[in-house]
Structure formats: structure tokens, C-alpha cells
């Protein structure tokens, strides 16, 4: 059984990226979960009912709409928009940490189908099995990579006959050969591994947080209608995970590493139901840490 433990004090490290959380006013509980020993059975029904009531609220809005009543469509509205935004401001900062946990993550490879994909699920697949493919030549090979629609629209605003395809962004370890020519490595990668389009590739060597750096150049894309309930990003199983200390372990850890020579890089208050008053900051340690 896991052991269950109470702490006010929490820290979060991804690398040289620190993160530290202290709860002002409520203690967090860890440790406890419920059991859920569910049959299949039991299972299917949950899903059925899921699946229901996500149908009667769509009903329910279209209703509401053909009666007039906009406040209370934009309500729900808003309401499901706060949870979208929730779910993507968490998968932004789980690729965020792993990032950042993987320092030897620096080159930025694009993944683009030569002909319009639409359909996320044949686009994955066909992405997984070029994965497999690269594996297998190069066995070190590691990655993040993110999924992306491109634009609906084209240069001159009119609306594309597929709609935007699927195009992926990988932070990886890929070894270019010694004063490679790029163009010329770009495409012999993409007839040999990627098979379905195009690849382009940089390395970034200038950036100290990758993490903000890879969150911020995916913008809001990810708020695609298209990705909702879909898998996000990908990545590597052997990557670096991100470091979770709580209590005296992390207490710890901050008075030896972090409190004697650092200032914060970003600090801010906040509230919520859940977690009552949090204070949160934001660390960069030195390379010799």
C-alpha cells in the first residue's frame, strides 16, 4: 500500500528547473486513493452513461439556443471552456518539465504529410510506425513530440477543401554527420524513415529553459476542437521524468540547493477551492548543481 502523507511544502524538479509550491492555508493529502475494482461490465456502463449525458448537455444547449436563452448557453459555454483550458494548461506543463528533464533533447524536427491528412487516427499511425522505423536503425534515438493541425485557411484567407492537416513537432537527440548538408540530410531522412512528406530540422543551442521555450512555439493550436479527448504528445519511454519531493524531502532539497544562492525566476499567489492559498516560484540552478 502507498504510504499516505500530509505536507504544505512540495517541489518539482525538471532538470536545472525548479519549482516549488507552498500551501498556506490547507494541507495536501497524498498517498490515498479510492478503490475502483470495476467490472468490464461495469465498465461499458460507465461509458454508456458518460456518453449520455455528454449527449443530453449538447441537446440541452441546442435547446436552449432555439428557445433564445443566450446567457445560459454562454455559461456552459464558459464552463466548458474553463475545463478545455485546464486540460491543455496541464498537458502544456507535463511537456514543459519532461522538456526540460531532457537537457539532451536539442533538435527541432518538423514532420509534414505531402498530401492534406486529416484523420488524426491514420496520422498517428502512420507517425508511430515511422518511429518504429527510426528505432530500429537508431536504437539511442529519443523524443517529445507534439501534434499540431495546420491552418484551415491558405496565404490568401481562403478556406482549405480538406481542412488544416496534421503536422508533428519532435525536440529529439537525432545526430546530424559533421558539417552535413541540411537540405540534403532533410531529405534523405525523409525518404528513408518519414516516407510520408517532408522533414525539416534545426538545432537550438541558445535557449536555458527549452520547456517555455517548446510551450510557448506551440501557441494555442492545441485548442483545436479536433484534439479534444485526443492524445496530445508523444514521447520516449526511457526519457528523464520529472522529480516530485513533498515534506521534509523537499524542505530539505530547497535549504541545501536552491535557498542559500538562488532567486527566484518567477513568482506568483493563488487560490483555489482544492488547494486553498498557494504560493509558487520558480528556480534556475547552477551548472555545477
Known amino acids: 500500500m502507498p504510504m499516505i502523507e500530509l505536507y504544505d511544502f512540495k517541489l518539482i524538479k525538471s532538470g536545472k528547473e525548479i ?6 492555508t490547507k494541507k495536501i493529502l497524498k498517498g490515498y486513493t479510492r478503490k475502483k475494482n470495476h467490472t468490464e461490465e461495469q465498465k461499458i456502463l ?8 455528454k449527449q443530453k448537455e449538447v441537446e440541452y444547449m ?3 439556443e432555439e428557445w433564445g ?10 464552463t466548458q471552456n474553463q ?3 485546464f486540460s491543455i494548461s496541464r498537458t502544456r506543463t507535463n511537456i514543459r518539465r519532461l522538456t526540460n528533464a531532457n537537457p539532451h533533447l536539442r533538435k527541432f524536427l518538423t514532420l509534414t504529410f505531402a498530401e492534406s491528412t486529416t484523420e488524426l487516427l491514420e496520422a498517428n499511425h502512420l507517425f508511430n510506425t515511422a518511429m518504429k522505423r ?3 536503425a537508431k536504437p539511442a534515438f529519443e523524443y517529445i513530440a507534439v501534434v499540431e493541425f495546420q491552418k484551415d485557411i491558405d496565404y490568401y484567407g481562403n478556406k482549405k477543401e480538406k481542412g488544416g492537416s496534421v503536422h508533428y513537432h519532435l525536440l529529439c537527440n537525432i545526430v546530424l554527420p559533421d558539417n552535413a548538408d541540411t ?5 534523405r531522412f525523409a525518404m528513408k524513415y518519414w516516407k510520408n512528406g517532408f522533414v525539416k ?7 536555458t529553459n527549452m520547456g517555455a521555450y517548446f510551450c510557448k512555439y506551440l501557441g494555442k493550436d492545441m485548442f483545436d476542437k479536433r484534439m479534444f479527448g485526443k492524445k496530445k504528445f508523444f514521447c520516449s519511454r526511457q526519457l528523464n521524468k520529472p522529480v516530485e519531493m513533498t515534506g521534509g524531502k523537499a524542505i530539505s532539497f530547497f535549504n541545501k540547493f536552491v535557498k542559500p544562492t538562488l532567486k527566484p525566476i518567477f513568482e506568483k499567489t493563488f487560490t483555489s477551492e482544492y488547494t486553498g492559498k498557494v504560493e509558487y516560484s520558480a528556480y534556475t540552478l547552477k551548472e555545477d548543481s
Open 201 to 207: 530540422i534545426r538545432e537550438v543551442n541558445t535557449v
Open 134 to 136: 527510426i528505432l530500429r
Open 69 to 78: 436563452c443566450e446567457q445560459e448557453v454562454a455559461d456552459l459555454h464558459q
Open 19 to 24: 519549482e516549488v509550491y507552498v500551501y498556506k
Open 62 to 64: 441546442e435547446l436552449m
Open 46 to 53: 460507465i461509458k454508456e452513461k458518460q456518453a449520455q449525458a
Open 183 to 187: 537540405f540534403a540530410w532533410e531529405r
Open 83 to 85: 475545463k478545455t483550458t
